[in-house]
């Protein structure tokens, strides 16, 4: 069981967003390298990172942002916003860029998830963020008219590595993940899903680890290790605990 924390870029800078709101941002640190290397000297071991500029541009915006964490850490990093072709795709695997994370072009461009989970197995997660039940798309901007599952369903031996899934109603709010939702998706399919949207405090952490969430890969927590909510110490511990 995996916990990432998450640094999302706006402005080359590591920010928070409530609900998606690109307005409702909060800026945690001007150094997204420092906060980064702050998180694996803490003791985490995977990162994980989006570029919401990217996620609305549809192509990297704060590429320089994530080059400079890539030489900073040496922990896996994982990276979403803006990914919709294979170029870009094969571009950020080629810089050191562990797993890249599709989102609105798994859900318009299904072909794309397949071809490059093909190409590149093992290093491509497909991102879903659900909005009463149905996946949004451009950063959150939009909602489409299909679920979650729906789509998770088309990927099913394809190869993808994960599922993210993210109810966007809890994001950034530290009202705790939607864990029956979660659940839900990760008993449908065979691909494992990672939570995320809404971590709030270490009892998210207990959750994570119940026997009822064992087929999820870990969660991504944001908000409340920035806030202190979640001592990164007591969250480690008490997974590797678990192990």
Not at 192 to 206: F, R
């Amino acid at each position: 069981m995996i916990l990432f924390p998450a640094i999302d870029l706006k402005n080359g800078q590591c920010v928070r967003l409530e609900q998606g709101d690109m307005a409702r941002a909060t800026v945690f640190n001007l150094d997204p390298a420092a906060q980064a290397s702050d998180f694996e000297t803490q003791g985490f071991e995977y990162l994980h990172v989006v570029d919401l500029d990217g996620a609305f541009a549809g192509k990297p915006v704060n590429a320089q942002a994530v080059e400079s964490m890539l030489a900073t850490v040496k922990m896996p990093v994982q990276l979403g916003g803006g990914i919709r072709d294979l170029k870009t795709v094969e571009a950020w695997l080629s810089k050191g860029i562990t797993r890249v994370i599709i989102g609105t072009a798994a859900v318009r461009d299904p072909a794309l998830v397949k071809e490059a989970a093909k190409k590149f197995p093992g290093k491509v997660a497909v991102g879903l963020d659900a909005r009463d039940g149905k996946v949004a798309v451009e950063g959150w901007a939009e909602t489409s008219t299909v679920t979650a599952l729906e789509i998770a369903q088309r990927f099913e031996d394809a190869g993808v590595a994960a599922i993210i899934f993210t109810d966007i109603a809890r994001d950034g709010l530290l009202k705790g993940i939607n864990w029956d939702a979660t659940i839900a998706l990760a008993d449908s399919i065979s691909i494992p899903v990672i939570a995320s949207g809404g971590l709030a405090s270490i009892d998210d952490i207990k959750a994570m680890l119940e026997p009822r969430a064992a087929k999820l890969e870990g969660a991504i927590s944001g908000r409340a290790l920035y806030d202190g909510r979640v001592d990164p110490a007591e969250a480690l511990k008490l997974i590797k605990r678990a192990a």
